[in-house]
């Protein structure tokens, strides 16, 4: 069993820049990939990173590249995504999740997730 719990989500304007951080418990991640996702209303969850725990392998969805940046902190167990320049579109709610193995790019595929953080960005 794998808690993650999302956290620091806010309310920014654009342009501005937001760190998400997601912890986990329970067990430890060595042999799992995490990755972070998004959704709005009446949209499908979208891929937003991923990394694997053990290695340097990271993915970025396309409307996020050179913008946000996945990374680990093996001491706290924690993941983080920085997001920098940040756009309206970007507005939705973050969920963290957990899949053993392998980074996949379809929700469906991560066996864990946390309870999800608002973030809010206004032009």
């Known amino acids: 069993q794998v808690q993650l719990v999302e956290s620091g989500g806010g309310l920014v304007q654009a342009g501005a820049s937001l760190r998400l951080s997601c912890a986990a418990s329970?067990?430890?991640?060595?042999?799992?990939?995490v990755a972070w996702f998004r959704q709005v209303p009446g949209k499908e969850r979208e891929f937003v990173a991923a990394?694997?725990?053990?290695?340097?392998?990271?993915q970025y969805g396309d409307s996020v590249k050179g913008r946000f940046t996945i990374s680990r902190d093996n001491t706290k167990t924690t993941v983080f995504l920085q997001m920098n320049s940040l756009k309206p579109e970007d507005t939705a709610v973050y969920y963290c999740?957990?899949?053993?193995?392998?980074?996949?790019?379809?929700?469906?595929?991560?066996?864990?997730w946390g309870q999800g953080t608002q973030v809010t960005v206004s032009s």
């Open positions: 999740a957990a899949n053993r193995w392998t980074i996949q790019k379809e929700a469906a595929n991560y066996d864990y």
């Open positions: 329970g067990r430890t991640l060595n042999n799992y990939a």
């Open positions: 990394v694997m725990w053990r290695g340097e392998n990271t």
